[in-house]
């Protein structure tokens, strides 16, 4: 057997001793609580509790359908995203170009041209109304997922397509990318995992910019508007937050398993955040000791609790409440011993409120591009934009209430344009003022000196380019 070097001796010596003085901590704080004397059996019947609710526990149970054959959009996407990779990573490419600047959509449209075959399989794949990838279900601590930066690869490119085909006068084709983006976005919504719902945020980011650029240039088709609008209501972002939820619970419940299997260095950087203990590590490995197994139950079991607790907020009404509901659910993980390791690392993801937060910036841009696409068709009829939003009933246009305050959106002409926005995040009417990253100047985009949560001053506003 191959010796190991001496530096990985003297760890793996260190990580014993700090493996006994961890059980006995853990010890404590178990017994100090008042918990039942059988942990094990109580750990079995809150999960048969679940279990008879219907919850997923595994990542069989967790995992949507594959498509039909020949149904699944998934491998298409890979194979386009391949194909546009080096052209969205080189200087002036998708992903860098200026769209402020001719030189920079004429490099473009030149790429467009080069990858006609790639948009081709893009435009195959939006067709199919359910994707599935190959996300490691039954290893979500572990696993990786390498399809997640390339769908955004995909999402850029559309997104600059849009911007071209608007730059050149085919208004409904810039339309019809921009609903491929969008559709990007519903795809990977169909995968229940915490990365994905990033990635779904950042593309509808990358659509709500191409947004701005697009609608107000040049008279908008009103049919494809409307399927526009349509897709823009595809995704529920609080369907997809409690999705999350049910994934994360099936995360915990496999890290269980890795660490009473003694596998060390299961945590990935993803899930070391501000609530993780500095030695989760090697709270993880005591754990595969026999005489602690009663203690990995009982962080089992408040990790499920405070899941539980998540997912009824989640599953709360408005915005509002929901962050009052998560804020208390992030108070009592906090609460949590550091010897409560799964329950630390594992119930973070789905309790801060920050997270809930850059959903609903997510949730309310939809909002807000359904919104202008409204006033767009009503201009086109009436020669002018209304003088409030109400007016948009004219043209059979809905109008949803602010995501944020359950309140009308503010809106009012200014000379020929108008201004619109939603009071955003800080749940403050900031008079307009645009948070900071949603601005098209990289000066602007600078986080603000001053306070912790300034960043998130501002309301959420309709720049167009």
Known sequence: M???????????????????????????????????????????????????????LTGQELAPPWPAEGQNPAP??????????????????????????????????????????????IAQAASLPKCRFNTPYDNLVGGLYPHLPQMRTVARCEAAAAVVGCSQGRQAEALEHLGRCLVISRHLADEPTWLGLLVVESLDAICWNAAEYVVPRGALPEDAARRLAQELTAVDYRQLCAGVVRARRVEGLQLRELAKQGRPGVLNAEMAGPLAPPNADALLAAYAQPTLHPQLYQDVLMFLRIIDQAEAAIGGNGYQATLTALDQTRAATEQLPDAA?????????????????????????????????????????????????????????PVPPDYFSDQPFTYRREGSSFLLYSVGPDLKDDGGQPIYYLHHSPEERKAPEGAAGAVEEGDLVWLPW
């Open 341 to 397: 390791v799964i329950a630390r690392v594992m119930a973070q993801g789905v309790v801060l409120d920050r997270y809930w937060r850059r959903a609903a910036v997510a949730a309310t841009q939809r909002q807000v591009i359904g919104v202008v696409l409204g006033l767009e068709i009503y201009r086109g009829q009436k020669g002018s934009y209304p003088e409030k939003l109400d007016d948009l009933q004219e043209a059979n246009w």
């Open 2 to 56: 191959k010796r190991q070097p001496a530096a990985r001796r003297r760890a793996g010596a260190n990580v014993v001793v700090r493996v006994g003085v961890i059980g006995g901590a853990i010890g404590a704080l178990i017994a100090g609580a008042g918990w039942a004397q059988d942990p094990a059996t109580e750990l079995a019947t809150y999960i048969q509790g679940l279990r008879a609710a219907g919850k997923p």
């Open 76 to 121: 298409l996407y890979l194979q386009a995203a391949q194909m546009l990779r080096p052209h969205d990573l080189a200087a002036g490419g998708y992903g860098k170009a200026d769209w402020t600047k001719p030189e920079d959509l004429a490099v473009l449209a030149q790429l467009l041209e080069q990858d006609q075959q790639a948009f081709a399989l």
